[in-house]
């Protein structure tokens, strides 16, 4: 099988929906100037040898509508070259890269362009206000209410709750599977403040620098650093917010990730591809796998996705340095870590993740990804996996080997 190889990767800052430094910037804009300095990291590679971009998005309609890989190509002067828009809502940047890695295995192509994007200031449903429910059904939201567990509804004759896929039926099936797991507010609040303290120290350091690609708004003004981190969190700042989603609930503001706009990018090549044209691969796509169950607790995603890619690699999670679990919800990263036997103080997450940082849904795999190989090189590691919980009960996971 042909190896598949990174050898270019970033990021756009990533900023607060709605009040944060990309409120002006469209989507195709953004994720344009994050693939052209993505590009720029890799002079040796000419566009015209590009298969095809491959574009990860949330919700592709709207401004991220009309095939927005495309609209980007175009925008980018890169006519020749085609361009596919796809999603598995969170895990979507990272089904473009699954796509590439596939692509490039099977013969069909040696370099091709993926990227990720979500704006949703500028998608605005995706961040219902005060008062407004996307997604779960009342049944579900009175499950919680009445403070029970979960439990397959199919037992009662009753369908799964299919519209958990964003907004407030994802906080639902955090609370679900809080409660089905034994994770309490006091578990989930001192994980938050880890990330929270985790990821201000390495935006401190200029860890986070080595990933972004600044961004120039609207107005000329560049924006250059992540703006949802903050750095003066508290124990106590965090247990005196309230349940966001039930009375009774564990789930708040402050222990799940917040609404955000941001975009990512890479170039995938074949192994002999790069050899040939004297780029330095970053790191090799080891495996890759996806896995479903029940919407209600889609939060444990990552655990048989993780496993099926272990599984293929012929590894174990021990042999893994880094494991970057997309911080969606405390309530879901905490069981998802202690069912695949994750080592929480030297494994998970070691710069903080997006509870702090932020989750633009479309970009996070990418995201998840370029954080971890500039962990991986910054701790002298070679092994990590990437590894989402993904709306309406799915789970996706990537291992890769760095290289350089």
Known sequence: MTEAVIVAIGRSPIARARKGGLVDVRADELAGQVVSGVLERVPGIDHGDLEDFILGCS?????????????????????????A???????SSLQATRMAFHAIAAGEGDAFLIGGVESTTRFPSLDPQPGERLGGTDRTAALIAEGRTWSDPR??????????TLGFGMGLTAEHVARLTGTTREMQDAYALRSQTLAAESARSGFFDREIIPITRPDGTVFDADDCIRPGTTAEGLAALAPAFSPKGTVTAGNCSPFNDGASAAVVVS?????ERGLTPLARIVSTAVSGLSPEIMGLGPVESSRRALQRAGMTIGDMDIVEINEAFAAQVLPSAAQLGIDID???????????????????????????????RTRDQTLGLATLCVGGGQGMAVILERLN
């Open 85 to 91: 828009t796809v999603t598995r809502f969170c895990a």
């Open 59 to 83: 919700e592709p309609s709207g401004e991220q509508g009309f095939n927005l890989a495309r609209v980007i190509a175009v925008s980018l002067g890169m006519d020749h070259l085609p361009g």
């Open 155 to 164: 037992d009662e004759g009753l369908a799964p709750d299919g519209s958990m």
């Open 346 to 376: 030297t494994q998970l997450n070691p710069f903080g993740g997006s509870i702090a940082l932020g989750h633009p849904y479309g970009a996070t795999g990418i995201r998840l990804l370029s954080t971890m190989l500039n962990g991986l």
């Open 271 to 275: 192994a002999d591809f790069a050899r």
